[in-house]
C-alpha cells in the first residue's frame, strides 16, 4: 500500500498514544499492521518502551493488561523484554527502574507544568488587565476628587475674600486692546484678592495675563498671573502680602509666562 508521508507521519505520531494503550481497536490495529512492516515506526515504537515500562511500575492501576504488554512489547523486534518481561509490578522494583521511572515522570512533568505554566500566563495576563484598570479607575478617581477639593478650596477662599469687613472693590475696564473685556476686584488686607473677568482675549503662547496693584509708589506690584478659560474668563484667588501699601487701583498686562518684575506689555483691563 503506497503511503505519503504525510500519512506516514500522522500514523508515526500515533506510536505515543499506542504504548499508553490509548489507540481504538481500529486504529490501534491499524498501527500494529504498520509497524510490523515499517522498521522506523518499529524504532520509534521501541525508544517508547522505556515509559510504558516505569508506567507498569508507577501507575499499576492503570497498567495495560498483560495481554496488551506483552503485544506491545513483543512487536518491537530484538526488544531486551521479549527475553526478560516485565513481571507484575509487586514487590520492590527492579535494577534499572529508577532512570526509567525518571525518563516517564519528567516527560508527565513537563506536559503537566507546560499545560500549567500556560493557564498560569493566561490567569497572570488577565490578572494585570485588572490592576490596570483598577490603578487606572483609582487614579482617575485621585484626580477628581483633588480637583473637587481644589474648586471648593478656591470657592472657600473667594466668599472669605468677598465677605471680609475690610474688602474694597475695583472694577476693571476694557482697553482699546480689549474693548469687550471687564473686570472686578475684590480685596481684602487680611484674606487676599479674588479676581474675576470675562470677555478676556486669549493669550498668545508662551504669554500670560498678570495682575498689577497700583499704590501710591511709583512702580506697580504684582498680584499675580492668570490664563482666561476657552471663553475668556477667569474667576481666580489671589494671596497678597499682609503688608501691601493700599492699592489705589489695578491693571492687567500680557506677560512672557513665569511673569515679570515690571510690566512691559500692553495694558488689557484698567481700573482705578
Ligand atoms: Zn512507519
Not at 532512570?99 to 493557564?119: F, K, R
Not at 490592576?131 to 482617575?140: C, K, S, V
Amino acid at each position: 500500500m503506497a503511503m505519503s508521508s504525510t500519512e506516514h507521519d500522522e500514523l508515526r505520531e500515533q506510536a505515543e498514544l499506542y504504548v499508553l494503550g490509548a489507540l481504538t481497536p481500529a486504529d490501534r490495529d491499524a498501527f500494529e499492521t504498520h509497524v510490523a512492516s515499517c522498521a522506523d515506526c518499529a524504532a520509534h515504537v521501541k525508544s517508547l518502551a522505556p515509559v510504558i515500562q516505569a508506567l507498569a511500575h508507577t501507575a499499576p492501576q492503570h497498567e495495560p493488561s498483560p495481554a496488551l504488554r506483552t503485544r506491545v512489547l513483543g512487536s518491537i523486534p530484538g526488544s531486551p523484554v521479549q527475553t526478560a518481561p516485565i513481571s507484575p509490578s509487586v514487590g520492590r522494583p527492579p535494577r534499572g527502574f529508577v532512570p526509567w521511572l525518571a525518563a516517564a515522570a519528567s516527560l508527565v512533568l513537563a506536559a503537566a507544568l507546560g499545560v500549567y505554566a500556560l493557564s498560569l500566563r493566561s490567569r497572570i495576563g488577565a490578572l494585570e488587565l485588572r490592576l490596570q484598570e483598577a490603578t487606572d479607575r483609582a487614579a482617575a478617581g485621585e484626580r477628581q476628587l483633588a480637583e473637587v477639593r481644589r474648586v471648593a478650596g478656591d470657592a472657600q477662599s473667594q466668599l472669605a475674600v468677598l465677605v471680609a469687613p475690610d474688602v474694597l472693590r475695583i472694577d476693571l475696564a476694557g482697553q482699546p486692546t480689549a474693548p469687550q473685556a471687564s473686570a472686578r476686584a475684590f480685596w481684602s488686607r487680611s484674606r487676599g484678592l479674588v479676581f474675576t473677568a470675562s470677555n478676556l482675549p486669549a493669550v498668545p503662547p508662551g504669554k500670560t495675563y498678570q495682575i498689577w496693584v497700583l499704590t501710591k509708589q511709583a512702580a506697580p506690584i504684582s498680584a499675580g498671573l492668570f490664563k482666561p478659560d476657552p471663553q475668556g474668563r477667569v474667576a481666580a484667588v489671589f494671596e497678597t502680602p499682609l503688608d501691601l501699601p493700599q492699592p489705589v487701583g489695578m491693571a492687567v498686562t500680557i506677560e512672557l509666562n513665569g511673569g515679570v518684575p515690571a510690566p512691559t506689555g500692553d495694558k488689557y483691563l484698567v481700573g482705578l
